[in-house]
């Protein structure tokens, strides 16, 4: 699948030309030429002979870049003096940062907010340790924890690297939800580790999100951590991504006119999001449900079934169908894919009933190519933010996260995950529900409030709530 320039992967090119002559009107015409797209052209010093000017423009990737700086570099009377990439330059010195909440601008000031006057507040809460969450920042705050050993789509890649993305999500979460998260990576994939590491930290947070860990660890992780904690313990990669697919699906049924549990659904993937996907799911009413793996369909009669394969086999394709993904999809109304690239074509859809519904959610390259999807699909949705109806579990977890500070809440559960996404579904309105608008932008103006406000409300009449 050809893929678009982007500003990912932009940059800017500080260029020294003649003053006198025309190669300014060429400089547009040379990215063009090479497939790039110019963003902006500013001229940040001119003379009688020389003119310096900087050309902002999107790639495809790292080798594109490199080309289109080629083609500036061969136009005749171009000199090209420094290349920078936009996305590194945003990451300098990181993205976060920790500011003060109150002013220190005097002895008075300083008395309260440290010694003296703070040794009161410490002795009230080692009275009462609960008002940590009212008088710390326990209140507001939210631990983003990884191993680094399934980050994004670059897989293990350790700690440090992991860093950049854990920054991301903590920006995300301030952005969306003003809630204060902390990027903590742990240089270890034991899993004894990461959970006595993430017990002995908790109690400075008001909630954990477990972020890019690698499956089937990260199914113990969380569950021992939900069992030791009484705060909330999420993993965005599972139960983030289920909430907006489910959120998504209850939408696209709306445009089909079906309903949930009377579809037929087939999976790819059975990895921690499918998984979660899959739960979810069934506890929101889909009972028709097939998934597979790398290995075809899951059934009871696989000799090469784990615990979580076994748990799938056991709820999951009653008629015990054997077969491959492609024959799984024959005749099902609605396909979710969390798994691996071009695993469909147009003819495997063209087979699925009328009105089918396509998830292809790999990332960057989906399962079945959108453009060849939309021929015989009614809705269709990515993860990628260049075609309509992306996927992003940014949609969901700042709200999800705030609703659970705001209650206090112990624990988050399968009660609390369906309340989100009806809320993000009802975020589009009947008028607003299309075929290519099932999912609203991250940017909608009281998304997570929304979110935050069902969370809240379950929370509190499940009796999870502290306040």
């Not at 080692?126 to 897989?155: C, F």
């Not at 699906?249 to 899959?278: F, H, P």
């Not at 932008?441 to 306040?467: C, K, M, P, T, Y």
């Amino acid at each position: 699948m050809a893929t678009l320039p982007s500003v990912s992967y932009s940059m800017t090119v500080r260029l020294e030309l003649d003053g006198q002559g025309s190669a300014v009107s060429s400089l547009t015409h040379a990215v063009e030429h090479v497939g790039g797209i110019v963003t902006a052209l500013d001229v940040t010093s001119a003379g009688h002979e020389k003119i310096r000017i900087d050309v902002t423009c999107a790639a495809r990737d790292t080798d594109h870049a490199q080309a289109i700086v080629d083609a500036l570099g061969a136009i005749e009377g171009v000199t090209v003096h420094k290349v920078s990439d936009r996305t590194f330059l945003m990451h300098l010195g990181g993205k976060i940062e920790i500011k003060s909440k109150v002013p220190l601008r005097n002895r008075d000031e300083l008395s309260m907010a440290y010694t003296p006057g703070v040794a009161r507040v410490s002795s009230a809460i080692a009275a009462n340790p609960e008002d940590a969450r009212r008088l710390t920042i326990k209140r507001n705050s939210v631990a983003v924890v990884t191993d680094g050993s399934a980050v994004l789509g670059l897989g293990n890649i350790g700690p440090e690297a992991s860093m950049p993305v854990m920054e991301g999500k903590a920006a995300l979460f301030k952005r969306f939800a003003d809630i204060d998260a902390w990027p903590i990576a742990l240089d270890t994939q034991d899993v004894d580790e990461i959970v006595r590491t993430v017990q002995v930290i908790a109690p400075g947070f008001g909630g954990i999100n477990l972020e890019d860990i690698s499956a089937p660890r990260c199914f113990e992780v969380e569950a021992r951590l939900r069992e030791l904690l009484d705060i909330p313990v999420f993993h965005d990669d599972q139960h983030g991504t289920a909430i907006v697919v489910l959120a998504a699906l209850k939408n696209a049924l709306r445009v089909v006119n079906k309903e949930l549990g009377d579809v037929r659904i087939t999976m790819s993937g059975a990895g921690a999001a499918g998984t979660a996907i899959l739960k979810l799911l069934m506890h929101a009413g889909a009972k028709h449900i097939v998934v597979c793996d790398i290995h075809g369909a899951v059934h009871r009669g696989r000799a090469d079934l784990d615990s979580n394969l076994e748990w799938i086999a056991a709820n999951t394709n009653p008629d015990g169908y054997a077969g491959d993904l492609k024959g799984a999809v024959r005749g099902a109304d609605v396909f979710i894919g969390v798994s691996a690239p071009n695993l469909l074509d147009g003819e495997d859809i063209a087979e699925m009933n009328d009105d089918s519904i396509i998830f292809a959610l790999a990332n960057p390259d989906p399962e079945i190519d959108p453009e060849i999807a939309h021929l015989h699909a009614a809705v269709v949705a990515t993860g990628r933010s260049d075609y309509p109806n992306q996927i992003n579990n940014v949609l969901v977890f700042p709200g999800v996260f705030r609703g659970l500070l705001d209650a206090q809440s112990r624990t988050v559960n399968s009660d609390m995950m369906v309340a989100a996404a009806d809320a993000l579904a009802a975020v589009v309105t009947d008028d607003e529900l299309g075929p290519h608008y099932i999912i609203p932008s991250v940017f909608h103006q009281d998304l997570s409030q929304r979110v935050a406000q069902a969370v809240r409300e379950v929370a509190q009449r499940e009796g999870q709530a502290q306040i």
